[in-house]
């Protein structure tokens, strides 16, 4: 087992969850490898990206069908600006390599914004600390799980 993922385990084990986590050694980095591994639709990956609000690292899980609107995501954040996090400032924040953030498992706890459309799946993949992990959940667990407060801050593609 990688140290990512042996981390994830550990952090849902103090949460009391026990998380079924498949590995798919040809990755999933991408919401779309993700879901062609697992044969699931797109909109069903959970993507855990870190935002930087002024100074402060935020988390926002997105289904995998949307893009950050990151104006929106300042408001819902009471900021004035959002950016996204470097691949150095995310790995800082949350102890995870991009590509295979988990939602939840960090240093220290990430104010977390949830993206409704996650609530219209039974369950959703998330990230399980490495590139090739991932894991199934409940939205309303994952959610609860991460501390995530439901807004509205995607871009809905057309």
Known sequence: MSGGLERFLAAAEAL????????????TKTAEDAARA????????????????EEEPI???????HRVDTEALA???GVREVR????????TATGFAVGGTPPFGYPAPLRTF?????LRHERVWSGAG?????FPL?????????????????QIPT
């Open 114 to 118: 949830g993206d409704p459309e996650l």
């Open 75 to 77: 408001r819902v954040a």
């Open 38 to 53: 697992i044969g699931c639709e797109v909109a069903a990956i959970v993507k855990s990206l870190v935002f930087m609000a």
């Open 84 to 91: 996204r996090a470097t691949g150095e400032e995310a790995r």
């Open 59 to 65: 988390l926002a899980l997105t289904s995998g069908r």
């Open 16 to 27: 009391g969850v026990e998380p079924e986590t498949r590995r798919f050694p040809a990755g």
């Open 130 to 134: 490495t590139h090739e992990a991932v």
């Open 138 to 154: 409940a939205p309303d667990a994952l959610f609860a799980l991460a501390g995530a407060l439901m807004a509205d801050f995607v």
